[in-house]
């Protein structure tokens, strides 16, 4: 089975072709495989803005989502014909830009005459590591740290969420990307934030880990911002000189609250097995703390390869593929469409 996924939930156009076996019963050996995938980042256009810029983005993403399928069909050697189902971001995001994912995934499926399925952004995060050389095995606990989401889930199969905990107000991400633009290191800040901190020493200032001891597995991430311009404004003139270790403090004292209470959610839940997945997770030293922390428990963890940790098409065909192949969806040949701009993880099955 052929599926063709689109992916316009946010500022990135991602299409992508992967490949399943058929069947029902999926079995790693048969984990679907991505034959193609492309992708066009929107952040040149929004950097001018400081940010995302909603009506921006959904024109982009007309632009680019047919010549990109044409390069996917292309370097993948297939034609559009071949397609059995056509798979989109369904939701959470940006309605408009959703809704052109939407609108050109349900054209397609009515002009080609297959099925449709929409897919939660959030599980295409989830399960795209299955598309790296190292594919995890269920149950696992999962970290799921992007722009808009930092959740840690308990996934004991393809559709079996169970939420342990989660951000309060801002999202890791979000963290980053706002303590990126005080300290004027400009959008999308946490490559930026962190490349800077490389420079930097993390012990230099002591930033605030809100809800690190105790409160189950919620986080929150909204004082660290204040901190941050606190210190910047203290910091005055000499700001400047110190940015390096400013940004190393406060990716610290992130990666930090991450760790923590990713361990206590292994400790709560029993399991051996943690995913890292989202676009906070190609975070160096997000990675390599981790990595530390669970050889020393003798646990495994996994991560998506680098290039699909953030926004792409691969993951939803991916999502879509897994849901087919363990009965969990049945694309219909239905093309009328809505799209889901708030829709909760845990709420995957309920009706819109
Ligand atoms: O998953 P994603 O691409 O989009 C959402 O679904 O939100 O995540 C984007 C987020 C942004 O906040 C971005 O600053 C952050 O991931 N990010 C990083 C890194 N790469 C992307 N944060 C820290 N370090 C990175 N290397
Ligand atoms: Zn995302």
Same mark, same amino acid.
């Given at each position: 089975m052929l599926l063709l996924g689109f992916e316009s939930s946010c500022d990135e156009t991602g299409v992508a072709l992967v490949e399943t076996d058929g069947g029902t019963v999926p079995a790693s050996s048969a984990l679907p495989r991505l034959l193609a995938h492309a992708l066009h980042s929107q952040v040149a256009m929004h950097q001018a803005y400081g940010g995302v810029v909603p009506e921006l983005a959904s024109r982009d993403h007309i632009r680019r989502v047919l010549p990109l399928s044409d390069a996917v069909l292309a370097e993948a050697g297939r034609t559009l014909q071949q397609v059995d189902v056509v798979a989109f971001t369904r939701g959470p995001g940006l309605a408009g830009a959703l809704l052109v994912g939407a609108g050109v995934a349900c054209a397609l499926g009515a002009s080609l005459g297959v099925p449709v399925l929409g897919i939660h952004h959030l599980e295409g995060h989830l399960l795209?590591?299955?598309?790296?050389?190292d594919p995890p095995e269920f149950p696992f606990v999962a970290l799921l740290v992007s722009g808009g989401h930092t959740q840690l889930m308990r996934v004991d199969a393809v559709g079996r969420y169970e939420m342990l905990g989660e951000t309060i107000d801002d999202a890791a991400g979000e963290a980053f990307d706002k303590s990126a633009k005080l300290l004027g290191l400009g959008y999308p800040g946490g490559p930026a934030l962190s490349k800077l901190a490389e420079? =930097?020493? *993390?012990? *230099?200032f002591r930033l605030p880990r809100p809800l690190?001891? =105790?409160? =189950?597995l919620d986080f929150s991430f909204a004082g660290l911002k204040t901190a941050v311009l606190t210190q910047a404004k203290k910091l005055g003139p000499e700001l400047e000189a110190r940015k390096a270790d400013l940004a190393a403090s406060t990716q610290a004292a992130i990666v930090e609250v991450l760790v923590k209470k990713s361990l206590a959610a292994l400790d709560q839940t029993g399991l051996q097995r943690l995913v890292v997945a989202g676009g906070v997770g190609a975070n160096r030293e997000l990675r390599a703390q981790l990595n530390v922390a669970c050889a020393k428990r003798g646990v495994r963890v996994h991560y998506p390869e680098l290039h699909l940790c953030t926004d792409n098409g691969a993951m939803i065909a991916m999502a879509a593929a897994m849901r087919i192949q363990s009965g969990l969806a049945v694309p219909a040949k239905a093309y009328s469409f809505d799209v889901r701009p708030r829709w909760p993880l845990d709420a995957i099955d309920t009706p819109a």
């Open positions: 795209s590591p299955f598309l790296s050389a420079q =930097g020493r *993390a012990d *230099a690190m001891h =105790g409160h =189950g």
